[in-house]
DNA sequence: CCTCGGTACTCGGTGTTACTATGTACTAGT
DNA sequence: ACTAGTACATAGTAACACCGAGTACCGAGG
């Protein structure tokens, strides 16, 4: 991906994120792992901690605290009903754009 | 559009206007009123502005001053080579992150 | 005449976000 | 003791969309 990604990225991660915890609850290192896995190579570690910090002050996401076998405890995260209302809204958002550049795509040959 | 459109439209409105000068060059006021038109009620015309300069600057379009019969001069661009550059990698992107976020819609149920 | 609305562009300041780089801390294996 | 993997946090930076205001040019109605 190239440098444009990290504009775009803009409130598109914080989407992925809320959009992983509607599958399951997780925790930081976990979602961070998991976002590599898809691709998503150069996310810093610091910016998922940063988010997850922000969801969880607007309390789109509960909070628990698990030990972990290897390391640190680990802090697992739940979407609430808060954060649940929050990701249909960024699902409407996002069909709304991703209609309107399937329309340019389009009209472009 | 809710509030987080705002943080979503950072780097993908850039796409936008390039895609649609992409397909025949247009002016700003111009450009502004197609994405009323297209259901961006809440663009400010100062930030379509501010975007403009923005990609004059970086040489992604090609200005062209003309006379209108109603108010001060057109800046009319045109995307230029580096700019399809641009748009293609912007393309590139976009279709990465529809496809990440279509699985998370299809897992999701 | 001159104000008003529509056309057309510019600019300074603000808030939010992802990135960089660094630091802390716990565990297991060598 | 050292290293690597796990797990979380934070201070500083750059980029971008937003807000509000301003400038300027034109035609029509009072």
Do not use: C, H
């Not at 997780?26 to 901690?49: H, S």
């Not at 996401?61 to 697992?76: I, N």
């Amino acid at each position: 991906m190239g440098k444009q990604a990290t504009e775009m990225l803009k409130g598109v991660l914080e989407g992925i994120v809320l959009a992983m915890l509607s599958l399951r609850p997780a925790y930081g290192y976990e979602i961070t792992a998991g976002l590599r896995d898809q691709g998503f190579r150069d996310i810093a570690e610091g910016t998922i901690y940063a988010l997850l910090l922000r969801i969880e002050q607007r309390q789109l996401v509960d909070v628990e605290k698990a030990p972990s076998e290897k390391g640190p405890p680990r802090k697992v995260y739940t979407l609430n009903a808060q954060g649940q209302e929050y990701l249909d809204e960024f699902w409407r958002t996002w069909s709304f754009l991703t209609e309107r550049l399937e329309e340019l795509r389009d009209g472009g040959k």
